[in-house]
């Protein structure tokens, strides 16, 4: 059964983190681009991933307080709405540093930055920064710890059945070592994987065929 479906154009899927903190999802654009609003009970909110349809992301930001705009990694896909969310909410724009020269380049938002190994706090959240360089220089995903389950926002770099898209044998090697190293070695079985596109997945249920990833090299 699907982990946290939601159709393009759909309602969005409410996730409770913790006692504290809930995750929004919501599916927009072409391309099916998950974008996902943490959400406090109390203080500001942040938004990952502005990738399209910036009236459907108001919608699901109502009348919150955005604090940040935080964007997985600079393909276009992922900040078509960037640069007018950030004009609507004033929030702060951040992404992994190695992106943010491109993503400036592609949407005019001038980043703050942050990396592998970051604690970025914003109210009551807190998010664990993990860089996993492959499907981009400075693709980034989002641990937050919740209870009884955490959950981690992988954008593009970790899907059900397989990492992300590489350029090639050096870039695909890369990527699966950083995910090995950082996600499936540290996080529990029962952590929540929450892609850039579809349904979400679980540590658990990936880990068995991280052989057959690296066999097939994709």
Not at 60 to 66: P, S
Request: hydrophobic content about 40%; some cysteine.
């Amino acid at each position: 059964m699907p982990l946290y479906h939601v159709d393009p154009g759909s309602e969005a899927a409410l996730i409770r983190v913790n006692n504290n903190v809930e995750l929004i999802k919501v599916s927009v654009g072409t391309m099916d681009n998950n974008a996902y609003l943490i959400h406090p009970d109390t203080g500001p909110a942040i938004l990952v991933d502005a990738a399209a349809e910036p009236e459907r992301l108001k919608a699901v930001i109502g009348d919150d307080e955005v604090g940040a705009v935080i964007t997985t990694h600079r393909h276009s896909d992922h900040t078509g709405a960037l640069a007018e969310i950030i004009a609507t909410t004033g929030a702060q724009p951040w992404c992994g540093a190695p992106d943010a020269e491109a993503i400036e380049a592609a949407t005019g938002v001038t980043c703050r930055t942050i990396w592998d190994g970051d604690l970025f706090r914003l109210g009551e959240i807190e998010l664990d920064v993990i860089g996993l360089v492959g499907h981009t220089r400075g693709s980034i995903a989002l641990r937050l710890r919740g209870n009884p389950n955490d959950h981690v926002l992988t954008g593009d770099s970790l899907f059900p059945g397989g990492v992300g898209k590489t350029s090639g044998s050096r870039e695909f090697e890369r990527l699966y070592n950083d995910v090995c190293m950082k996600i499936f070695a540290p996080l529990a079985d029962t952590t929540i994987i929450h892609p850039g596109h579809g349904d979400a997945t679980t540590v658990g249920e990936e880990r068995p065929n991280l052989p057959l990833w690296h066999a097939r090299g994709w």
